[in-house]
């Protein structure tokens, strides 16, 4: 069994910063690509970024040059450092893992419950 679960997301104002974790733990024989998607109220959810286990990054338009994304193998966690904050980042934010769990030789798509973040002033 796989959990992901993440932290960080909270009110702050614009211009502002946060950061985003999100760990995986449980049976996991190895992770391949890690990313962050969120769903604004109304909207469906969108891609943020992405990074594979090679550390190639993919990005958003709205986002590219303000947040990163990161990964730490080590630990099963993947980070999204948000930088100038605008208030339609506000979106439940939502962690994915693709990975094989020990006992499969297929990677599958995990996701976190979610964790809100308010742009506001």
């Known amino acids: 069994q796989v959990q992901l679960v993440e932290s960080g997301g909270g009110l702050v104002q614009p211009g502002g910063s946060l950061r985003l974790s999100c760990a995986a733990s449980?049976?996991?024989?190895?992770?391949?690509?890690m990313g962050w998607y969120r769903q604004a109220p109304g909207k469906e959810r969108e891609l943020v970024a992405t990074?594979?286990?090679?550390?190639?990054?993919n990005y958003a338009d709205s986002v590219r040059g303000r947040f990163t994304i990161s990964r730490d193998d080590a630990k099963n966690t993947v980070y999204l450092q948000m930088n100038s904050l605008k208030p339609e980042d506000t979106a439940v934010y939502y962690c994915?893992?693709?990975?094989?769990?020990?006992?499969?030789?297929?990677?599958?798509?995990?996701w976190g419950k979610g964790t809100l973040v308010t742009v506001s002033s």
């Open positions: 449980g049976s996991i024989f190895a992770i391949n690509r």
């Open positions: 994915n893992f693709a990975l094989t769990p020990i006992g499969r030789d297929y990677a599958m798509n995990y």
């Open positions: 990074i594979t286990n090679g550390g190639s990054t």
